[in-house]
T-cell receptor, first 112, second 115 residues
Framework: DTGVSQDPRHKITKRGQNVTFRCDPI?????LYWYRQTLGQGPEFLTY????????KSRLLSDRFSAERPKGSFSTLEIQRTEQGDSAMYLC??????????FGPGTRLTVL | SQQGEEDPQALSIQEGENATMNCSYK?????LQWYRQNSGRGLVHLIL?????REKHSGRLRVTLDTSKKSSSLLITASRAADTASYFC???????????????FGKGTKLSVKP
């Protein structure tokens, strides 16, 4: 399967802990996006990379959140000092330059 | 913040019937896209319509776009039980902060197709 993959698929953590998610985009896709989706809502944009450069960050991305894409391939999203309000599905998408975005299956985070 | 608003929020129909979902948005756009999401899963791209297009077809899908009203509709003809999912419209705003391609999604329409 050459689609977008995300790991882990589910994460349960205690409030105050740090968590890290990984996204592997479709090979050779140069743009990578992170979105967050809460129950009953549509995805909300968090941040965007073109190759290894992080070009835009939403104001939703507080200073507890950091994202990297060190070699322009996979990306990681880290949340420090998690809060219950961080519980959501974290979605990754990639595109090779077209407008259609290809989404991964998401990582569901539950903060207890 | 979310730009699009889908209508209705939920729709229940019988297999074989047509399903129509509407989307309204606020700002100028480059294109509008429709995505489908099965429960607890990632999104699947269905169709894209550019701001200079008025109608587009793909299989059983028909999308219209009215930029003067800032609205779009998605029609699924001859629905099947497998079409049961949430459907989201997403806009690529024109000149949105100079970025390229991040999408702004609505809250979605939850479609249930009963066999």
């Amino acid at each position: 399967d050459t689609g977008v993959s995300q790991d882990p698929r589910h994460k349960i953590t205690k409030r105050g802990q740090n968590v890290t998610f990984r996204c592997d985009p479709i090979s050779e896709h140069n743009r990578l996006y992170w979105y967050r989706q809460t129950l009953g809502q549509g995805p909300e944009f968090l941040t965007y990379f073109q190759n290894e450069a992080q070009l835009e960050k939403s104001r939703l991305l507080s200073d507890r959140f950091s994202a990297e894409r060190p070699k322009g391939s996979f990306s990681t999203l880290e949340i420090q000092r998690t809060e219950q309000g961080d519980s959501a599905m974290y979605l990754c998408a990639s595109t090779g330059g077209g407008d259609e975005q290809f989404f991964g299956p998401g990582t569901r985070l539950t903060v207890l | 913040s979310q730009q699009g608003e889908e209508d209705p929020q939920a729709l229940s129909i019988q297999e074989g019937e047509n399903a129509t979902m509407n989307c309204s948005y606020k700002t100028s756009i480059n294109n509008l896209q429709w995505y489908r999401q099965n429960s607890g899963r990632g999104l699947v791209h269905l169709i894209l319509i550019r701001s200079n297009e008025r109608e587009k077809h793909s299989g059983r899908l028909r999308v219209t776009l009215d930029t003067s009203k800032k609205s779009s509709s998605l029609l699924i003809t001859a629905s099947r039980a497998a079409d049961t999912a949430s459907y989201f419209c997403a806009t690529a705003p024109r000149n949105y902060g100079g970025s390229q391609g991040n999408l702004i999604f609505g809250k979605g329409t939850k479609l249930s197709v009963k066999p």
